[in-house]
Nanobody
Framework: QLVESGGGLVQAGGSLRLSCAASGITFSDYVMGWSRQAPGKEREFVAAISRSGGGTYYQDSVKGRFTISRDNAKNTVYLQMSMLKPDDTSVYYC????????????????WGQGTQVTVSS
């Protein structure tokens, strides 16, 4: 089970940190990632992090603004979002997969229920 938290309403230029707590899986066996889906749009990959945390991957539009990290001792993955833009408004989903390529293609073994992020202009 993956449970996201930390979403909310923020002004453009602001910051938020999303968290995703995992249970029922061996967390360190999985690549973890975040995807998002805006109203009327398809879900898109945002970021992923390797099992050890040593490798990270980002969608071009969030590079330099978002940082993904994980704490394997706490079974938690984070997404620190800065310099937020109205275009970042979406439901953000946490996902777990065996490979980063899987998450980057929009697939995953486990998904959270999502947390809403709204960025006002």
């Amino acid at each position: 089970q993956l449970v996201e938290s930390g979403g909310g309403l923020v002004q453009a230029g602001g910051s938020l940190r999303l968290s995703c707590a995992a249970s029922g899986i061996t967390f360190s066996d999985y690549v973890m990632g975040w995807s998002r889906q805006a109203p009327g749009k398809e879900r898109e990959f945002v970021a992923a992090i390797s099992r050890s945390g040593g490798g990270t991957y980002y969608q071009d539009s969030v590079k330099g603004r978002f940082t993904i990290s994980r704490d394997n001792a706490k079974n938690t993955v984070y997404l620190q979002m800065s310099m937020l833009k109205p275009d970042d408004t979406s439901v953000y989903y946490c996902a777990a997969g065996r490979f980063s390529s899987t998450l980057r293609s929009g697939s995953g073994d486990y998904w959270g229920q999502g947390t809403q992020v709204t960025v006002s202009s």
